[in-house]
């Protein structure tokens, strides 16, 4: 059974850094393409930043180009993304999207975890 779990979400402030994880089990593959989504309150989801399974390409969203970077170790199972300079625009709920194909930031992924909360104040 696949599982995927975000943690790292929480209360900060705008300028601030968070740091997110996302740690995923059960799948076949020991090389996997990672993606961040995220949902702001009461839009669409929106594509963050992805990985390839190869570890070798990143994509981000204009939004946050330049403030965040992603990164994954297939050893432990375990991607990251790291967020500085967060603006309260950030707000949303965070998602890892997980699979053995690489979408960039679509949301064709298979495996997707429940999210985690992510909150910048002015």
């Known amino acids: 059974q696949v599982q995927v779990v975000e943690s790292g979400g929480g209360l900060v402030q705008a300028g601030t850094s968070l740091n997110l994880s996302c740690t995923f089990s059960?799948?076949?593959?020991?090389?996997?393409?990672v993606a961040w989504f995220r949902q702001p309150p009461g839009k669409e989801r929106e594509g963050v930043s992805c990985i390839t399974w190869s570890g070798v390409d990143t994509i981000y969203a204009d939004p946050v180009k330049g403030r965040f970077t992603i990164s994954k170790d297939d050893a432990k199972h375990t991607s990251y993304l790291d967020m500085n300079n967060l603006k309260p625009e950030d707000t949303g709920v965070y998602y890892c999207a997980v699979d053995v194909f690489d979408y960039g930031l679509n949301p064709e992924y298979k495996f997707w975890g429940q999210g985690t909360t992510v909150t910048v104040s002015p």
């Open positions: 059960g799948l076949t593959s020991d090389d996997n393409a």
